[in-house]
Each structure stands twice: as C-alpha cells, then as structure tokens.
C-alpha cells in the first residue's frame, strides 16, 4: 500500500492571480493562476493520487472508504494562493450561516501563512470598529468598504486568522492557506471572481447577503508574529491545526497528517519500506491508522507547515493562538 499520497496540483485561474506560483514547484498555463489546490477531499474539485494502488482515484472517493485515515470526516483543504492583485473582499458564512443555505457545504474558517510579500502588500482583515448593517451596506454599494476593515503590512512567515463571518482582502502576497472543505464566499464587489462585471441587481444582492452573514463587530488580533518564531506550538482552531517544523531539529516523528515543504528539502521515511521527498512548494498527505512517519529535514534551511486534527490540550495549550 502506498502510504504517502502525493498530488497534481489542481490549478483555478482568477483575475488576480498572476505568476507567482511557478516560484512553488507549479507549471501554469500562460495566463499564470490564482489557486493551487494541493490537497482537497472537496466533492467537486478533489485531488487525485499520483502513485500507488489509489493513484487516479479521487482522494474524495478515497477517503469513504479509507475513513480512519483523518480523526474525523472533514479533511482540511490546503491552498496555495498567489494574490498578485486584490482579492476581492468576502466572507464566508460559519457552519450554522451555511446550513440554511443551499448545497451541502459547511462554513468555513480558515487562516493564512504568508509565503511572499511584495512591496505593496496590505492584508485587510475583520471591521475596525463597530458598525451597523445599514454602515456596511452603504459602504459596499459605495465601494468603501476597505475604509471600514483592519490593514496589515504582511512579512514572509506572518500568520493570518481569518474566522468565519469575518471580512477579508488581500493585495499582493503569496499565501499559503488551510481551511475548512468549502467553496462558500459572499463578495462584496461589483464584479466576479473573474473579474466580469455583474448587473447592478446582482450587486445589490451580493451586497445585501453579505451584510447578513458577515459579523458587525470589531475584531483585532488577525496578524501573528511568525510561524517559525513559534515552532512548534503553532495555532489552530476546532477544526485543524498547524506547526511549523524546521531543520533545527534533526527529525520529527508523527503518525498523520498533511505536509507542505515552504523552504530546501525533506524526506518523508515510512519504517523501513519508502521514502519521499518533499520540496518547495509541493504537499503530501500522510494517513492515520497505517504507519509512524519520519521527517527528516535535508539541511538547517528546511521549513514545512504540518497540518494535523487538534486535540483538547492544544486547546489549553495555544490561548491566543486559538481561534473561533
């Protein structure tokens, strides 16, 4: 059995996408891309194991019948993102928003780690104070709603928070996200995200959801100091949690999870029967119930985000770091 799952990447072109994600190991087309979605159980766009006796298959497929390879039945969906220009401002709804909605998908909660930073970088997160729905509706149908939200001048390995019902932007950064399996957002500009100008009514509209999902209250405490100053305690929330794990430690043991290399090399050793490398830019899921994994980093340089399900002591164990 092939234990260590690796993947095509699956590659979504936006507006705003550019060509930065050829710097993480990826082969765009010529118009460059937004998104690579790197793992993803998600029904409608799921990743497809390249090796082994599941290779061809989606892992969405996969996982009902291998359903103790994850602690519980929602896979976190990891992202790579290239914001070259602005990401639109959205919310997404939380699980309770998304269940009277139509479809099956849940909310979706989820965070950043940035990869790159350019100059003109601004990360736009959650209201900066108070403000009523007549504020905020006013405000999107006049295009200000950016006035209204918290900025931050992102560095490479900042963390970014993003919960459910909190708005949100981004304005040229590469970003490495995890979040929960949903495709649900509620823009609040008048164009989609393919950069098509909608109607007015569809704006309006657009502009009405979004004021009853997203939260009227201030929030703070989006940005975090940097993942590798606080390896490995890392951050997380109810439905997944990250660490980052360096070459300052000669090896690292686990029993599952998701690996994304960020910088040089590691090798993934099963006991004794196969091995990975992981590099730059690529991710690999490891799952839960079949063996204990090795990572051993190839230089002092390495650096991958490790994606696992929390446990009650992290809950303790994180305080600001946890987020809801």
């Known amino acids: 059995m092939q234990s260590i799952l690796q993947f095509k990447p699956l590659l979504r072109s936006y507006y705003f996408g550019g060509q930065r994600l050829r710097h993480w190991n990826k082969h765009l087309p010529p118009q460059g891309a937004a998104e690579s979605w790197e793992v993803s159980a998600y029904p409608d766009f799921s990743s497809v194991p390249t090796l082994g006796e599941f290779a061809?298959?989606?892992?969405?497929?996969?996982?009902?019948?291998q359903p103790y390879w994850w602690p519980t039945a929602?896979?976190?969906?990891?992202?790579l993102l290239d914001v070259s220009s602005s990401l639109p401002?959205?919310?997404?709804?939380?699980?309770?928003?998304?269940?009277a909605m139509p479809g099956k998908d849940p909310g979706k909660m989820e965070a950043w780690v940035v990869l790159e930073a350019g100059p003109a970088n601004d990360i736009a997160i959650g209201f900066n104070r108070d403000y009523t729905a007549e504020d905020v509706l006013r405000a999107t149908l006049s295009g200000e709603l950016s006035k209204l939200l918290n900025h931050y001048s992102a560095a490479v390995g900042d963390i970014f928070l993003v919960p459910a019902r909190t708005p949100?932007?981004?304005?040229?950064?590469?970003?490495?996200?995890?979040?929960?399996?949903?495709?649900?957002?509620?823009?609040a500009e008048p164009h989609d995200i393919y950069g098509k100008p909608v109607s007015q009514s569809t704006f309006e509209t657009w502009a009405n959801d979004f004021t009853k999902v997203v939260s009227l209250?201030?929030?703070?405490?989006?940005?975090?100091?940097?993942?590798?100053e606080t390896s490995p305690?890392?951050?997380?929330?109810?439905?997944?949690?990250?660490?980052?794990?360096?070459?300052?430690?000669?090896q690292f043991r686990i029993s599952y999870g998701i690996l994304t290399g960020i910088a040089d090399r590691a090798l993934v050793e099963?006991?004794?029967?196969?091995?990975v490398n992981v590099e730059p830019g690529t991710s690999v899921l490891l799952p839960m119930g079949i063996h204990n994994y090795s990572i051993v980093p190839l230089s002092s340089g390495t650096k991958l985000l490790y994606v696992r399900h929390p446990t009650n002591k992290d809950l303790e164990t994180?305080?600001?770091?946890?987020?809801?």
């Not at 949100?168 to 823009?187: G, L």
């Not at 209250?217 to 590798?228: E, F, P, T, Y």
């Not at 994180?318 to 809801?324: E, H, I, P, V, Y």
């Open 270 to 275: 099963l006991s004794g029967t196969s091995s």
């Open 89 to 99: 401002i959205h919310v997404h709804p939380n699980d309770l928003q998304a269940q």
């Open 217 to 228: 209250k201030a929030s703070a405490g989006h940005q975090l100091s940097s993942i590798w």
């Open 56 to 65: 061809g298959r989606s892992l969405a497929e996969v996982l009902l019948s």
């Open 318 to 324: 994180l305080g600001s770091r946890w987020f809801t």
């Open 233 to 250: 305690t890392g951050f997380g929330c109810t439905h997944f949690l990250v660490s980052g794990l360096t070459g300052n430690q000669p």
């Open 168 to 187: 949100h932007s981004a304005h040229d950064v590469v970003i490495w996200e995890v979040q929960q399996p949903s495709d649900r957002s509620i823009f």
């Open 74 to 79: 929602s896979l976190p969906l990891v992202k």
